[in-house]
């Protein structure tokens, strides 16, 4: 019979939707679809693991995905980095609280977005990195990865003197007076959009795209130290970083503990 051979299901388990024999994956929400029994039974159960699988097999869903990938660079990444350059050539003065909280809005923009593009997905939890917080075990996790972070900063300081390079200060942008009140919400919505795009979503989405974790997430920590438009020394100290947070992203895919001891690495370390 037909079905003795397909090597996956044709219901979908998540959407009940039918699909062709030969799909690996729902051509409706995108869930992996399980292996028929027969096929099940010749395989060697698999291991668990939290990273993506390979390159899809479905050329439609790699083009859709290419395409979303250029399109959030271009609409998140690109603006980051010329307003990092801007502020590198120009000496622009501390936020005003307008400003500040114009930045807000366009932050929450940002992470309308990414959430847009997760519910395409129809696993939005597991592309963002946002399960449902375990409180002492993210606050645990976080008091791990602010340490880990503090370390990455004085080996990259080393290897930085060690080098020649000059420690000069990156473009920080301050706060005025009356908008200092603002600040903690700053860096807090900002860790967590910066979380999100780069530790969760981009690694996730280049991991499918090129089929290789490691590589994904050095170009993922390679895109969040160019757009910071530091200079060499503090450039260095900013992958460092972002390779640490990855680090701890692939030993536990939540970014709430990373979102944590970013904001506090940035209220009390960063300035």
Same mark, same amino acid.
């Given at each position: 019979?037909?079905?003795?051979?397909?090597?996956?299901?044709?219901v979908c388990p998540r959407c009940g939707e039918e699909n062709p024999p030969e799909f690996p994956t729902c051509w $409706?929400?995108?869930?992996?679809? *399980?292996?028929?029994?027969?096929?099940?039974?010749?395989?060697?159960?698999?291991?668990?693991?939290?990273?993506?699988?390979?390159?899809?097999?479905?050329?439609?869903?790699? $083009?859709?995905?290419?395409?979303?990938?250029?399109?959030?660079?271009?609409?998140?990444?690109?603006?980051?980095?010329?307003?990092?350059?801007?502020?590198?050539?120009? =000496?622009? *003065?501390?936020?005003?609280? &307008?400003? /500040?909280?114009?930045?807000?809005?366009?932050?929450?923009?940002?992470?309308?977005?990414?959430?847009?593009?997760?519910?395409?997905?129809?696993?939005?939890?597991?592309?963002?990195?946002?399960?449902?917080?375990?409180?002492?075990?993210? =606050?645990?996790? /976080?008091?791990?990865?602010?340490?880990?972070?503090?370390?990455?900063?004085?080996?990259?300081?080393?290897?930085?003197? &060690? =080098?020649?390079?000059?420690?000069?200060?990156?473009?920080?942008?301050?706060?005025?007076?009356?908008?200092?009140?603002?600040?903690?919400?700053?860096?807090?919505?900002?860790?967590?959009?910066?979380?999100?795009?780069?530790?969760?979503?981009?690694?996730?989405?280049?991991?499918?795209?090129?089929?290789?974790?490691?590589?994904?997430?050095?170009?993922?920590?390679?895109?969040?130290? &160019?757009?910071?438009?530091y200079p060499p020394a503090a450039s260095v100290s900013i992958l460092f970083f972002g390779l640490t947070l990855a680090?701890?992203?692939?030993?536990?895919?939540?970014?709430?503990? =990373?979102?944590?001891?970013?904001?506090?690495?940035?209220?009390?370390?960063?300035?």
């Amino acid at each position: 019979m037909p079905d003795e051979k397909r090597e996956f299901a044709l219901v979908c388990p998540r959407c009940g939707e039918e699909n062709p024999p030969e799909f690996p994956t729902c051509w $409706k929400c995108h869930a992996d679809l *399980p292996e028929s029994p027969a096929k099940a039974e010749e395989a060697p159960p698999a291991a668990p693991s939290e990273i993506p699988g390979p390159p899809s097999a479905l050329p439609a869903r790699r $083009k859709r995905i290419a395409f979303e990938v250029a399109l959030a660079l271009f609409v998140i990444w690109v603006p980051w980095v010329a307003g990092g350059i801007w502020d590198s050539i120009a =000496l622009r *003065p501390p936020r005003s609280s &307008a400003i /500040a909280l114009w930045s807000l809005v366009q932050g929450t923009g940002t992470l309308a977005l990414l959430a847009y593009f997760a519910w395409l997905d129809g696993d939005g939890r597991r592309l963002l990195g946002i399960p449902r917080p375990q409180v002492a075990k993210e =606050l645990a996790w /976080a008091a791990a990865v602010f340490v880990a972070a503090i370390v990455a900063n004085s080996l990259a300081y080393r290897i930085t003197l &060690a =080098l020649g390079l000059d420690h000069e200060r990156g473009p920080l942008r301050s706060f005025a007076p009356d908008a200092s009140w603002l600040r903690p919400f700053s860096f807090a919505l900002f860790a967590l959009i910066e979380e999100v795009f780069y530790r969760a979503y981009l690694w996730r989405r280049l991991t499918e795209l090129l089929g290789r974790p490691t590589l994904s997430f050095v170009i993922a920590s390679l895109l969040f130290t &160019a757009a910071h438009v530091y200079p060499p020394a503090a450039s260095v100290s900013i992958l460092f970083f972002g390779l640490t947070l990855a680090l701890f992203f692939r030993a536990r895919p939540s970014v709430w503990p =990373l979102v944590l001891a970013h904001w506090a690495y940035n209220q009390f370390v960063a300035i």
